[in-house]
């Protein structure tokens, strides 16, 4: 059976709360999303207590920097035990390159991932930083090069998805923010998608925040998600 495709993003800096909403969750999720905001507060530390859990967690932190730097930071960060990391595609093909040989070092199996174009920049915003638009072509281009360079997958939007899993084969893993159930509140969204439209589009893994840790009962969110999705 493939496993449970939801990542739960952990949105928090209160590491006990975080932990232990994750063990409530876990049956009911595929893995964990930390981000930047917990990993500022709680470092490398907040990292293994999660991996105490024994959920797959995606480490969001969006690498970009000279090569080495990068490189220096994926092996940290796949020493940490982590199932998923990410790394920015605008660093470059020798960047990208040295992202994935540093991971692969430390273990094999962990995905590297890249953003491509952070979905809150439009295309007046790329102008103004000097890269080429609309942004749909730049997210295209980015995602290709990505491939090429070996990395396992990338970041994108629901709208993105048919577009990305046509052109970039189906065993590319197309990691999918945005998602609202039907029904949830859209919170700061502007283009969502429901997870069961996101998975037949062709996404590999929803990241759902909100809509289960904001939920009144967020264990019932997570389980009514999963059943829709064929997972109970
Ligand atoms: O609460 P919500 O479901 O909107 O959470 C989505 C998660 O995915 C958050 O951690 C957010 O930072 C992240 N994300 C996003 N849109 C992107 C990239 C990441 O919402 N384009």
């Not at 970009?64 to 199932?83: E, K, Q, S």
């Amino acid at each position: 059976m493939t496993p449970n495709p939801v990542f739960v993003a952990i949105d928090t800096s209160d590491l006990e709360y975080a932990r232990a909403l994750a063990a409530r969750l876990k049956p009911y999720i595929g893995g964990v999303k930390l981000g930047l905001e917990f990993f500022s507060a709680h470092g490398p530390d907040g990292v293994r207590a999660f991996a105490g859990i024994g959920l797959p967690i995606f480490l969001d932190l969006k690498f970009h920097d000279i090569p080495n730097t990068v490189a220096g930071a994926v092996r940290a960060a796949t020493n940490l035990g982590v199932d998923i990391l990410n790394v920015h595609a605008a660093g470059g093909p020798t960047m990208l390159k040295a992202a994935v040989e540093a991971a692969r070092g430390v273990k094999a199996d962990t995905k590297v991932i890249a953003v491509t174009v952070l979905t809150s920049l439009a295309d007046a915003d790329l102008e103004a930083v000097g890269q080429r638009g609309p942004a749909a072509e730049q997210v295209a281009r980015l995602a290709g090069l990505a491939r090429q360079c070996g990395l396992d997958g990338v970041v994108c939007s629901a709208h993105e998805i048919a577009m990305l899993r046509a052109t970039l084969g189906p065993d590319f893993l197309l990691v999918v923010p945005g998602i609202r159930p039907k029904g949830a509140d859209l919170g700061d969204q502007q283009r969502v998608m429901g997870p069961r439209e996101a998975l037949d589009a062709g996404a590999s893994i929803l990241v759902i925040g909100r809509p289960i840790t904001a939920a009144p009962d967020p264990v019932q969110a997570a389980r009514a998600i999963a059943e829709s999705l064929g997972f109970s």
